[in-house]
């Protein structure tokens, strides 16, 4: 069920202060890093008012929604601030949107969630097909006959787990949509045509729609919208019945249908065994691609399964190797040691031994794993120590400059991507439009899509590597993702500030300490401060800084030394983001 699908009550309704104002701009600019200054001052005028309404859901839930130009532009739940149909129908980019067909909106309006088979896919399925996402982020849901989004809401799954899934389970939790009561709190404004997404043609949309729901909706509508047990029933002559009854002029009849159809059992086995077939193959070549590339052969196989494979497994799914259709491990392993992926040798009965690996095997080459999935687990080696340590990555932001470029790999303008990502992409793009010199390997052949991003002029026909990525990295912006254990990591445009510690005199020749971007590292203010009036015994304070992201500590007396010695130790920031002097 939605949050506003049903009536709210609002328990506070208040004006924003200009400081509140402020803030709420800059909060904006903070979650949505594809706007600009003048963008947001266009979102939240200053001579236009601007509140800010505490909510109570039909469903309990607490949401804090912001009000301007007569409008809800945004909605904070959960600590996530989510933007309004109405924001985003004047910035369509600012999430990432999936695509599906009309005639699924209305079910989405009665509270259903977005399923995998209502996603609208284009070109190859791959792992990319579902973009670059991970679970629980923020997107949102148009239509194939305008860019205009209709709902907004949160992933179930990353995109790697969704491209697992294949095609089956959920997508989206639908959260607010056109039509609801928040939206019917602004001014009730028409959707604007914005015209249809990307690769969906107007005119040919119905001829599509028809010719697909034909050919796929009675095996998959009902996985669309709806997420309840069903009876069984006979999957073949229903399917039949549907298709001789099927009509265009009759779609929604046919929809309510074939949405009370189901599969057998023995249907479901079947595709739960698929789902983890591709589950294991994906795990087992992560794990020769990460963690077992460098191990030490020959290796147990029951070492490798412990160590290497079950860790390779993404975050929110289960390797259960019983549920395959191999029924053991070393059925398994027998498999992939007859497409020579490794060398399996059984020492007794029931006891295998994993020889060697062949890292120039194409399977084990073609493999790609998501970015947000590389983590897999360790041996831990600390308890409580790294808690707080934050793990800094730096990025760059797709600009319009180098978006023919990226947009190649399914990212849009504003997406942040870490250096390592950057460099693999360009590298990929070169292979596969085959631009590396023949007579030198050292140079890259520059195409009309390359000149572009590199703004290189005509008379240059090739860069050498380092020269082809540099000047695509000057093309583009800063950000940097801070990660927290346990926390969802966060990305901030801009060039990452490191920690300043600087002494100051204040009235009466005293001497404080002033600690600067301590949350852009993710430590929270109220708890260092607290560590330091123990560690130090000194007074402390916590003040906003004009033309600062973050707040400003300040502790009593010269405590450069301890405070540099506990962002250190205890808060592991490393050395090359703190700078202390006087």
Not at 30 to 49: G, M, R, T
Not at 98 to 105: A, D, I, L, S, Y
Not at 479 to 484: A, D, N, P, V
Request: proline content about 5%; hydrophobic content about 35%.
């Amino acid at each position: 069920m939605t949050l506003f699908s049903k009536s709210f009550k609002v328990k506070t309704n208040s004006q924003l202060k200009g400081s509140e104002r402020k803030k709420l701009r800059f909060e904006i600019l903070k979650n949505f890093p594809q706007l600009k200054e003048e963008d947001v001052l266009s979102i939240i005028p200053n001579k236009e008012a601007a509140s800010v309404v505490k909510v109570f859901t039909h469903s309990k839930d607490l949401v804090m929604v912001y009000f301007a130009v007569n409008n809800p532009i945004v909605f904070e739940y959960e600590g996530v601030l989510f933007p309004t149909v109405y924001l985003l129908w004047q910035f369509p980019e600012l999430l990432y949107c999936f695509t599906t067909w009309p005639q699924v909106f209305p079910k989405l309006a009665g509270g259903a969630d977005l399923m995998l088979p209502g996603v609208i896919l284009q070109g190859e399925f791959n792992a990319k097909s579902y973009g670059n996402l991970q679970k629980g982020e923020r997107v949102a849901i148009n239509t194939t006959t305008n860019l205009a989004p209709v709902a907004v809401g949160m992933t179930y799954l990353s995109s790697t787990d969704m491209f697992l899934c294949g095609k089956r389970g959920k997508a989206v939790r639908v959260l607010h949509f056109l039509g609801d009561d928040l939206w019917a709190q602004g001014t009730k404004t028409a959707v604007p045509n914005l015209g249809p997404p990307s690769g969906f043609a107007c005119e040919k949309e119905e001829e599509e729609h028809d010719s697909l729901q034909k050919d796929n909706l009675v095996s998959q509508i009902s996985e669309i919208v709806i997420d309840s047990p069903k009876p069984e029933s006979s999957c073949s002559c229903e399917t039949e019945k549907a298709d001789e009854e099927f009509s265009i002029t009759n779609t929604n009849t046919l929809t309510d249908e074939v949405c009370e159809e189901t599969s057998e059992q023995s249907e479901k086995d079947s595709d739960e065994k698929e789902l983890m077939d591709e589950l294991i193959m994906y795990c087992f070549l992560k794990a020769l691609k990460t963690t077992a590339k460098k191990a030490e052969y020959p290796m147990l196989a029951s070492t490798f399964c412990k160590q290497h494979l079950l860790p390779a497994c993404p975050p929110g799914r289960t390797l259960d190797v019983k549920k395959t259709s191999y029924k053991k491990l070393s059925k398994f392993l027998v498999e992939m040691d007859a497409i020579n992926i490794i060398k399996v040798k059984e020492l007794t009965k029931g006891v295998q031994r994993i020889m060697s690996i062949d890292l120039s095997h194409p399977r084990f080459r073609e493999f790609v794993y998501a970015e947000e999935d590389n983590c897999t687990s360790q041996p831990e080696t600390k308890d409580q120590g790294c808690k707080g340590s934050p793990e800094i990555k730096e990025m760059y932001v797709v600009t319009a400059a180098v978006l023919p470029l990226f947009r190649h790999f399914g990212y849009v303008k504003g997406t942040s991507l870490p250096v390592s990502l950057l460099r693999k992409h360009i590298t990929d793009y070169v292979k596969e439009e085959n631009l590396q010199s023949t007579s030198d390997r050292r140079m890259v052949n520059l195409d009309a899509t390359l000149r572009k991003v590199t703004n290189t002029n005509d008379d240059t026909l090739a860069l050498n590597w380092e020269e082809l990525i540099t000047k695509t990295m000057s093309r583009m912006t800063h950000s940097y993702q801070c990660t927290i254990s346990g926390k969802a990591p966060v990305v901030n445009k801009g060039k990452l500030e490191p920690i300043t510690i600087h002494v100051a005199k204040r009235t009466g020749n005293k001497k404080v300490t002033l600690i600067d971007n301590l949350e852009l590292y993710g430590v929270v203010m109220q708890d260092f401060s607290r560590e330091c009036q123990h560690g130090v015994a000194a007074s402390t304070s916590i003040s906003s800084v004009p033309g600062k992201k973050s707040q400003q500590l300040m502790v009593q007396g010269d405590q450069t030394i301890f405070v540099e010695k506990l962002l250190r130790t205890k808060y592991e920031i490393p050395k090359r983001y703190i700078l202390a002097g006087n």
